[in-house]
């Protein structure tokens, strides 16, 4: 690839030439592609490592020099001989001659520095590499902004600010950088700089402030600090796009919606200007479609294509009406300038024809769009006619026509109940519809909201509420939709479908439409086919009860799409597990209440009444505490007006009851005293048989309330916070959600914290640290997409319990092991070997994720555990295999395995039979003759050692871990390359242990101990197989095995033994080199042990390279005591001199050929047990006190913090003064 | 008999959705029992006055819905009660009252978590089922 010309300085320390002519040179680094490379090439190795130099990823270059000069320029690299040498070629046959024509060497270089600028140029323009939206001023910023504050590619810097940053009271004039996951500010004046980084997850508050000083401000408020931003250019601009991405990080916490760049993005017109990126376009259009889709309340997806003003002629008034007209995709909208005057919703897929009309100087350039019901829409003044018109055809090809939704003239019930009142209305719909239209398309105006303020006629609710909703839309579009889903639901099972059973007779129990199975059954089909349709908020109480009302004037259609326009448009977040929505909304009639009516809100605040009573006002829409027939009337409004209705009427029923409520002792008087005034609520238009209701029905006491007639209800709070606008209502929402999310983290925080306190030492202060920092991984590889694979956003599911909710990867946890846990070794790769096993092991169910509590559990072990614990951690880590990237399977079994002992909640002291079935019963017939001996063995060891200490530890051990004794002689064997991949961890982990040598040694004389004893263990092992080989069924030969040592788990042999005999052979090749792959392979194997056996002498040298002492020869079970002090000083002098290069030891043993020239296998029958490890272990005082030590976290999570803190570690924390938070 | 002045003691129930929670609370404040109540969204609230060894108690019965029913201990008192028959609910809520009224003597320090009298699951399931059947 060819490079801008870069002056170099050293052309040959660390690299070889490979090609020169009198102007180029070809060089390679040094330590690239020759296998070993040599000395030289190791060092340059490291220090490209170091360095981080890019000529790791490109070993190859191409300097330009020109004869005289000593400056180089770079001018090409690449990563294979081949681009290279193509650079190389081009270079010679293009550019040698034309060189040879210069004569000065100012004008060569300049010349060459040209052409390649040229050729990169020429490169870039027929690529084009990415199609990038950005300008080139606005790329610069995104280069400051990743530099400055270590941001990775993926995070995408939305726009940059100019403004003041309140540091003390001190104004810091700088940069505020917005990005999708984080706000940065930076600012570098007069040698100080001032950085800030805080995420938008972690913010608690932001208010636009005014003070006296301040008269512009934003405040950022985040758990542990409040920053003052000031003096912007345009506040409201900044503002706003900072609401919108905190409020995209809130929908992440909640529900996981990572942000997505929309790619379908209309390309505006070129006007924007300069330093606008893409993405900040991207956001606004998203939020203009946003406003535009509530407004016209259209379908989740439509998005608004553009806007225009004009008129509408208005037949009803004879007027010409000034106003906006809105098209997107699927609709044109029109609502007038005075916002109550006259709105307008047009689906396309009811357009017959749209036509530009004759311009005229009263009328200029009109449009006119008919409908298939014969309507005729007027519109005029339209500035861009021919291009709107341009757009709207397009937008109508591409709709097709379905003809679906062809609702019949109602008239279904019953007119017996002709009583007046219900017929005026009906007539005053008639006549609204012979004025205004019917249908969709019809003219909604002043006097629609009047009628429907009046409530709307019982046969006609279902139809209006349709059409007020929007959920027409929803239906229209996607005919058959429901009964799919119905079909699809049918039978299934789920949490969600219980709980709906459990509700179905506790909906409208009052009604009868609900006495009966076909009315259940009607409201089990819509809420199933909810719940299948969207799993995140599945089936949540208060649906049963708004969706039996729905299904009393709706068809079963009609009524899952009105629930639909419910859950996901008009109530958003309503239903989720957490009923967030209404939460946020309860907070937002705090707020209002606050506002409208103060005289209540101290009280109320002291009574708490607002949150606890107000839950199901919000939730039901009033229809679990009004009665029936005066609720309806409620839901009418609701579908015309919005839950600003909702809110209206709220504070109405306070504002009704100021004095009874100011007159309360308590919360409990003052629900009660609400409680009753919503009972007496009335509709005396009502045709309906009444229906007591629930309280009225038992509540007897004192005399009844008066009646309070809901249309004067309406009425009233119309007039009195009619002005509360619905865009105010969202900006508060927004706020409120803020708080109520942040809220909800710090319980699930709590929760979690409480739950799990009682399983570890650590404190209640250090777990919520330990989980902050985990739930930061976790969101930090939602931010910026983990190592591929599952997607880390899906792993966060708020419906889970709150244990569950966040699980982190491997890759993720690599990190936090690293920073947080004891054992973690300095040397980078050995720290990745062991994340990975550790990872496995805390990893229960095998799903390559693990949770808190999974977390915590290891973690608690390795900082709080006592010796015995942290060593059988150690062991059992390496039992799992190491790179098992090949076999999966055996990792998961092995996981399965020790799934038992680490996780408090599950164990009951023994493993289940059926899991050690799976793995590791081929290990049983092993076990036996080890656990008889080794005791005899271990006390011989300590008698010759003398120390007190490992009695006492020994003693310790006995007595504490009897009951563990059990599970720990199940504790799978290590093989010899298991065994030194412990040693190897073991060598890694003292590296900055101020005892570092001691434990050096400590090591080397366990190690070679625990060789030794494998060595011994292995004449056992042999005798055994004899034994086996004797036996002419090798089946059999299994199954006796275990039997033979009193039957510890004979259920897990025939476990086995019933997968059958060909899933048997892959079953066992997984356990690893410690088990005989395969029938054929363990015929040969005992026939090579056989040979060993007969020549101990052999046996001895070959898998014991280490021990070259005479000793071992006439190693026999009875002499193990002198060959282990012998064998083990040998060792130690040999380990002595070559620790500091640990592996190379024993990794020796690796390479030697062995036996059968079986590659991966050592030495098959070499094993030691987790006893011997252990015993072995005591032997040595300094371990022992290493891992008795008790680690303290605080200091860890601490540095944790900080080095997080800084976001990514290109930054050095030290150079800067930080303030960050979060 | 030390004080005859009135005490306000406030009762929660939590359980499980749909076991009888409304139920039980209407049985004891109203002695009524209605096959028709609607699941209870938030939470719901009756009081009641009683006199418990001769002193006036205001109990407040709150229903609420609860994820999960924390510890339970040993010695709970426990009553099989039947809402619909009103069955042991009076004894039920009485023994609330006066073991209430007596740890308010032995505890003055506030506890996060009171000594819970559990009702158990089996009679408030019997309970619904019965009220289901009917």
Avoid at chain 1, 100 to 120: A, H, L, M, P, R
Avoid at chain 1, 461 to 475: Q, V
Avoid at chain 2, 1 to 26: P, Y
Avoid at chain 2, 109 to 130: C, G, H, Q, V, W
Wanted: charged share 25%; proline share 4%.
């Amino acid at each position: 690839m060819w490079v801008h010309p870069e002056e170099v300085l050293q052309a040959s320390a660390l690299w070889i030439t490979e090609r020169a002519n009198p102007y180029f040179i070809l060089q390679k680094r040094k330590g690239h592609g020759d296998g070993r490379g040599g000395l030289a090439g190791l060092l340059v190795g490291t220090l490209d490592v170091v360095l981080d130099s890019s000529a790791r990823v490109a070993p190859y270059r191409i300097l330009y020099q020109t004869p005289d000069s000593l400056i180089y320029w770079i001018i090409a690299h690449g990563c294979s001989r081949k681009e290279i040498t193509e650079h190389w070629e081009w270079l010679e046959q293009n550019l040698l001659q034309t060189l040879s024509i210069f004569e000065n060497e100012n004008d060569i270089t300049t010349f060459v520095k040209g052409k390649v600028q040229g050729i990169i140029a020429e490169y870039n323009k027929n690529h084009d590499v990415k199609e990038d939206d950005d300008t080139d001023k606005f790329k610069e910023a995104i280069c400051t902004f990743r530099k400055l504050f270590g941001m990775p590619e993926e995070e995408k810097l939305v726009n940059y600010y100019s403004c003041s940053y309140w540091k003390g009271h001190v104004p810091r004039q700088g940069w505020l950088y917005l990005s999708i996951n984080h706000i940065c500010f930076y600012s570098y004046l007069l040698g100080k700089e001032a950085k800030l980084v805080i995420r938008w997850a972690d913010i608690t508050q932001l208010e636009k402030s005014a003070t006296l000083l301040l008269p512009d401000a934003v405040k950022v408020s985040t758990r542990v600090a409040e920053h003052v931003f000031s003096v912007f250019l345009n506040i409201n601009e900044t503002f706003k796009l900072m609401e919108q991405l905190a409020n995209i990080a809130m929908r992440q916490l909640l529900d996981n919606e990572g942000f997505e760049q929309d790619r379908s993005l209309p390309k505006l017109k070129r006007k924007t200007p300069k330093k606008v990126s893409a993405l900040k376009r991207d956001l606004d259009a998203r939020a203009k479609s946003e406003r535009y889709r509530a407004l016209f309340r259209l379908p989740k997806d439509e998005k608004l294509d553009g806007h225009t003003g004009c008129t509408l002629w208005t037949p009803f008034n004879k007027m010409h009406i000034l106003g906006q007209m809105f098209v997107s995709t699927n609709y044109i909208c029109f609502t007038s300038k005075e916002e109550t005057l006259c709105s307008l919703i047009i689906p396309l897929r009811e357009v017959t024809i749209v036509e530009k009309a004759d311009s005229s100087n009263f009328l200029p350039s009109p449009v006119s769009i008919s409908t298939k019901n014969r309507m005729t829409f007027l519109f005029a003044n339209l500035k861009d006619r021919d291009f709107l018109v341009q757009r709207i055809s397009d937008f109508l090809q591409q709709t097709t026509s379905k003809i679906y939704f062809e609702r019949e003239t109602t008239g279904s019930v019953n007119s017996s109940d002709d009583e007046a009142k219900e017929f005026l209305k009906e007539q005053a719909w008639k006549n609204h519809i012979t004025e205004y239209g019917q249908g969709v398309c019809m003219y909604r105006t002043e006097k629609t909201k009047d009628l429907v303020l009046k409530g709307i006629p019982e046969n006609m609710r279902g139809e209006l509420w349709l059409l007020f909703s929007g959920a027409i839309n929803e239906m229209a579009t996607h005919p058959g939709y429901y009964e799919d889903l119905v079909e699809k639901s049918m039978g299934k099972y789920n949490l969600a479908t219980e709980e709906i059973e459990r509700d179905l007779h506790r909906s409208l129990p009052e009604h009868p439409a609900f006495q009966n199975e076909m009315g259940i059954a009607a409201l089990r089909r819509v809420l199933t086919a909810y719940a299948f349709r969207n799993p995140n908020i599945g089936y949540c109480q208060a649906m049963n009860i708004v969706t039996s009302v729905l299904l009393l004037y709706a068809k079963e259609e009609e009524a899952f799409w009105l629930l639909v326009a419910l859950c996901e448009r008009m109530l958003p977040d309503y239903y989720n597990t957490r009923v967030v929505g209404a939460l946020v909304d309860q907070g937002v009639f705090e707020e209002l209440a606050r506002e409208y009516v103060p005289e209540l809100y101290d009280c109320m605040q002291d009574l708490g009444v607002i949150s606890t009573i107000s839950l199901s006002w919000f939730l039901t829409l009033f229809l679990s505490v009004m009665p029936f027939e005066s609720a309806v009337v409620v839901v009418d409004c609701f579908f015309y007006e919005g839950i600003k209705v909702i809110f209206q009427l709220a504070l109405n029923v306070l504002h009704a009851n100021i004095h009874q409520l100011l007159g309360a002792k308590d919360d409990g008087e003052a629900m009660t005293v609400l409680g009753r005034y919503l009972d007496s609520v009335t509709n005396k238009d009502s045709t309906l048989p009444p229906i007591p209701h629930l309280h009225s029905l038992l509540t007897d006491d004192g005399d009844p309330h008066p009646e309070v007639d809901i249309f004067k209800l309406v009425r009233s709070s119309y007039e009195k916070f009619g002005s509360i606008r619905a865009d105010v209502i969202e900006q508060m929402r927004f706020k409120q959600r803020l708080r109520v999310i942040q809220t909800i983290e710090d319980t699930t925080k709590r929760n979690v914290v409480r739950t799990i306190v009682t399983e570890t030492a650590f404190s209640i202060d250090e777990l919520e640290e330990l989980y902050v920092l985990f739930k930061e991984e976790h969101l930090t590889s939602c931010y910026w997409g983990g190592t591929g694979g599952s997607n880390p956003t899906e792993r966060h599911d708020p419906s889970l319990p709150y244990l569950e909710q966040y699980r982190i990867d491997l890759e993720q946890f690599r990190g936090l092991f690293s920073l947080l846990f004891p054992w973690a070794p300095v040397n980078g790769a050995h720290a990745d070997l062991l994340a990975l096993r550790f990872f496995r092991l805390l990893d229960h169910n095998g799903d390559s994720l693990i949770n808190f509590r999974e977390f915590i559990s290891g973690l608690s072990v390795l900082c709080h555990g006592d010796l015995t614990e942290k060593l059988k951690l150690l062991y059992k880590m390496h039992v799992i295999p190491g790179k098992c990237q090949e076999e999966p399977d055996s990792a998961f079994e092995a996981t399965q395995y020790f799934f038992e002992d680490i996780t408090p909640e599950t164990s009951n002291g023994r493993p289940c039979p059926r899991q050690h079935a799976r793995g590791y019963t081929m290990f049983t017939p092993q076990i036996v003759p080890f656990s008889l001996y080794s005791p005899l063995m271990l006390t011989r060891a300590l008698c010759k050692l003398h120390t007190p200490d490992y009695r006492h530890y020994l003693r310790l051990w006995n007595q504490g871990t009897k009951n563990k004794l059990d599970n720990m002689k199940d504790l799978p064997k290590l093989n010899q390359s298991q065994f030194i991949e412990l040693c190897k961890t073991l060598y890694n982990m003292f590296s900055e242990d101020a005892q570092e040598q001691e434990l050096y040694h400590a090591t080397a004389t366990v190690t070679s101990l625990l060789l030794e004893m494998g060595e011994v263990g292995k004449l056992f092992c042999h005798s055994k197989d004899q034994e086996e080989q004797d036996q002419d069924d090798p089946e059999e030969a299994k199954t006796s095995g275990p039997a033979q040592d009193g039957g510890t788990k004979p259920e897990g042999v025939f476990q086995q033994r019933g997968q059958g005999e060909g899933k048997e052979e892959s079953q066992a090749r997984p356990c690893g080199p410690a088990k005989r792959d395969g029938r054929g392979e363990q015929l040969s194997a005992m026939e090579e042990i056989r040979l060993e056996d007969s020549s101990p002498k052999d046996t001895g040298t070959s898998s014991s390279m280490l021990i070259s002492d005479d000793e071992t020869k006439d190693d026999t079970s009875m002499s193990s005591y002198s060959v282990l002090s012998g064998g083990s000083h040998e060792l130690d002098d040999k380990l002595h001199c070559e620790d500091i290069n640990d592996d190379t030891v024993l990794v020796r043993s690796e390479n030697r050929p062995h036996g059968g020239g079986n590659g991966t296998s050592i030495d098959k029958d070499w094993a030691i047990t987790f006893e011997q490890f252990l015993a072995s272990v005591l032997t040595e005082q300094a371990l022992v006190l290493y891992f008795e030590k008790p680690v303290e976290v605080a200091a860890r999570i601490t540095n944790a913090k900080n080095v997080r803190k800084v976001g990514c570690s290109l930054l050095s924390a030290s150079d800067y003064e930080i303030s960050l938070s979060g | 008999m030390t004080s005859r002045k009135k005490v306000l003691l406030k009762v929660i129930i939590l359980g499980d959705s749909g076991v009888g929670k409304t139920s039980l609370m209407n049985q004891y404040v109203n002695r009524k029992f209605s096959n028709q109540y609607k699941a209870t969204i938030g939470a719901d609230f009756l009081t009641k006055e009683v006199m418990v060894d001769d002193r006036l108690v205001t109990m407040q019965v709150t229903t609420k819905r609860a994820q999960a029913w924390c510890q339970s201990k040993n010695n709970i008192p426990y009553f099989e009660t039947s809402a619909k028959e009103a069955i042991n609910v009076e004894q039920a809520f009485q023994t609330i009252a006066r073991n209430a009224l007596k740890q308010e003597t032995e505890v003055e320090l506030y506890n996060e978590f009171p000594e819970p009298i559990k009702l158990d699951r089996n009679d408030r399931a019997k309970t619904s089922a019965e009220a289901c059947t009917c």
